[in-house]
């Protein structure tokens, strides 16, 4: 059976410092997967996506919040870092796998490689942890996650996070 989806283009105006401005953008969702393209004003639409999946599987408000965190945390750096200069798109791709009791979500770009887990860990334990430059995302990623794994495939970084839930 095939999966539907559906395209739409999102038109937001934004309002800074007394100036309008519109900002237009694509989004494709299926039941499992949304595509939109690697701008920070998609991150509305990435998190209601998230949100419905979230609402539906993991009912602790705690971990629920530890993935949005993830997901605000992973997004936000594809978009600002992944393409440079030019926008592409970021698909993510939310899965359950109910036996196995956990929430994976998978992100999907093909921007730069860039392999985040290659980064030496943060010591949150140094008196200078605030003012260590980069790394800080990811690290709260691992801290909130369960697991998380990055491949290079096919022209694409493929970062998995997973997140073990009890119903």
């Given amino acids: 059976m095939e999966k539907k989806s559906a395209k739409k283009c999102i038109d937001e105006e934004y309002h800074i410092c007394g100036k309008t401005s519109k900002k237009a953008y ?12 690697a701008v920070t004003e998609a991150m509305e639409s990435v998190l209601e996506f ?5 609402h539906r599987y993991v009912c602790d408000h705690k971990v629920r919040n530890e993935i949005r965190l993830a ?3 992973i997004f936000v750096n594809i978009c600002s870092y992944a393409y440079a200069s030019k926008t592409d798109e970021a698909k993510i791709v939310c899965r359950i796998v109910k036996e ?3 929430f994976q ?12 887990l290659a980064k030496e860990e943060l010591d949150d334990c140094d008196q200078h942890f605030l003012e260590q430059e980069g790394g800080f995302g ?9 697991e998380v794994s990055y491949e290079y495939s ?5 970062l998995k ?3 073990f839930i009890s119903k």
């Fill in 26 to 37: 694509y989004v494709e969702k299926s039941e499992d997967s949304i595509t939109v393209e």
């Fill in 50 to 54: 998230l949100n419905e999946h979230l």
């Fill in 71 to 73: 997901v605000e945390e």
């Fill in 100 to 102: 196995d009791s956990f």
């Fill in 105 to 116: 979500i998978q992100f999907q770009d093909t921007g730069i490689p860039f392999d985040p």
């Fill in 138 to 146: 990811i690290h709260l990623v691992k801290q909130t996650m369960d």
């Fill in 154 to 158: 096919n022209g694409m970084n493929i």
């Fill in 161 to 163: 996070v997973k997140k």
